[in-house]
């Protein structure tokens, strides 16, 4: 069976040598040893560490039974969620859709998104598409308050037993909530809603491997079972990939490289970067430290973006997933007028060009002093996606403890809420509401 891989010799490119690198190996042995021991900060959110090699045969098989009387019955079901809530099953679905499902007809539902953000247009555009049709939600909250979820339930419970009515809906909302606790829990009982657990020891952004993320993705029509095998591939294999990554980037930063770059050449993998930037920025973006998580889809963005990457300031270095192969074939034709002057690959498929194109960028960037890592994936299918997953999930709590901090608290995403809260006139936010407007010269 193959695995994915890491190269880390390229990355170097002058900022440190390998020597250094090497040199932080007692550290990421101890930062895994650590993470294993539960001894570390935030040990209480440690739940995802060994969770693929725990999930039961008849857990994989409720959630399929669940998924599937939702594939039947459904045109579209919304998952509704925020964060890890959601990013993690998005990441997952686009890598593994047709790119243009939403244009085509086909079987199964299609798996749509609500409440990731407050965007009214947005939520009145998904009203309007969802309008007329049998539709499904799943709502994901451990608390059932969190703003942006819990506007978007509301709005889309009350369209769905008015159009389908109570019985309808009560049988087609699937709740993923805390298992004892919160406002959500308390509707799920009481309207009889399917459940699933959030488990207490996992945060949001290493949710994907419970029902938060298992659920929509079998929704979607894909492979439970060989997602969670191939996280579980690299759960019972050895550390030695995530020791290279966080080895690496440490390194790195500590060199002065503050901005890691998550590239890729796949547009299917847009939304993987989103997954990994909340897991990385969430996880060390604390007590002052932190590289920044930013992503870039190329060839795209090399049309954008590249000017700077290649010429800016030296403070970044990249890491790039790169796919084997891809599932279908496109041959360049040739052209009798060659008016294109494209003739020279004809004959030959687009990802042959789309792999000489990465690797000229490698070397183009390492050149300008952009050290590159790569990860490479052999091909985007279910179980290669699982192994990604958790690679990067550990090489997280790895990195995390080398840094300093703790990787599975998020202490700084409150203070926004706050703002909102006393902004909003919510109930019990008096105070900071006059302290508020008084700052606001209201």
């Not at 170097?12 to 930062?31: C, F, I, M, Q």
């Not at 996880?283 to 049309?303: N, Q, R, W, Y």
Request: one cysteine or more; proline letters at 4%; hydrophobic letters at 40%.
């Amino acid at each position: 069976m193959k695995k994915i891989g890491i190269d880390n010799v390229a990355a170097l490119g002058g900022s440190v040598n390998l020597a250094e690198v090497e040199a932080l190996k007692p550290a990421a042995v101890e930062a895994a040893e650590l993470l294993e021991s539960g001894k570390g900060a935030g040990n209480d959110f440690l739940g995802w560490l060994h969770l693929p090699g725990s999930i039961t045969d008849a857990e994989l098989a409720s959630i399929e039974a669940t998924a599937a009387r939702l594939r039947q019955d459904c045109e579209f079901v919304i998952a509704i969620g925020i964060g890890g809530s959601y990013l993690g099953a998005k990441a997952v679905i686009d890598a593994l859709s047709d790119s243009f499902a939403a244009y085509k007809s086909g079987k199964g539902p299609k798996v749509v998104f609500a409440g990731n953000n407050i965007g009214e247009d947005y939520t009145a555009e998904l009203m309007d598409l969802v309008k007329g049709h049998r539709f499904g939600i799943i709502v994901i909250s451990k608390s059932g308050t969190t703003t942006e979820p819990a506007i978007a339930f509301r709005l889309f419970k009350e369209l769905l037993e008015q159009q389908e009515g109570k019985e309808f809906a009560s049988r087609h909302i699937v709740a993923i909530t805390d298992a004892h606790r919160g406002a959500l829990r308390s509707l799920a009982t009481q309207e009889g809603y399917d459940t699933y657990v959030i488990p207490d020891n996992v945060g949001g952004r290493f949710s994907v491997l419970t029902p938060v993320g298992l659920l929509p993705i079998a929704v979607a029509g894909f492979d439970i079972r060989e997602l969670v095998a191939g996280a579980v591939d690299i759960e019972k294999g050895d550390n030695e990939m995530m020791y290279t990554y966080a080895q690496t980037r440490n390194a790195l930063y500590r060199a002065g490289k503050k901005i890691e770059i998550l590239v890729n050449f796949c547009p299917k993998l847009h939304n993987l970067a989103e997954w990994w930037k909340q897991l990385y920025g969430e996880s060390e973006g604390k007590d002052g430290k932190g590289i920044f998580p930013a992503s870039v889809d190329f060839t795209t963005d090399l049309h954008s973006m590249g000017q700077w990457i290649q010429d800016g300031e030296r403070t970044i270095f990249e890491t790039v997933l790169t796919v084997g192969e891809p599932a279908l074939e496109v041959v360049i034709p040739t052209d009798d007028a060659d008016l294109d002057g494209l003739n020279y690959i004809a004959g030959k498929r687009v990802d042959q060009v789309n792999k000489m194109a990465e690797l000229g960028t490698r070397l183009a960037h390492v050149d300008g002093g952009v050290p590159n890592m790569v990860i490479s994936i052999p091909a985007l299918t279910e179980r290669y996606i699982g192994q990604l997953l958790y690679f990067f999930e550990k090489a997280c709590g790895i990195s995390g403890y080398m840094l300093g901090v703790n990787p599975f608290n998020q202490p700084g995403v409150e203070a926004y809420k706050k703002n909102m809260f006393a902004l909003l006139g919510k109930p019990g936010y008096e105070e900071a509401t006059r302290a508020i407007n008084a700052r606001l010269g209201k």
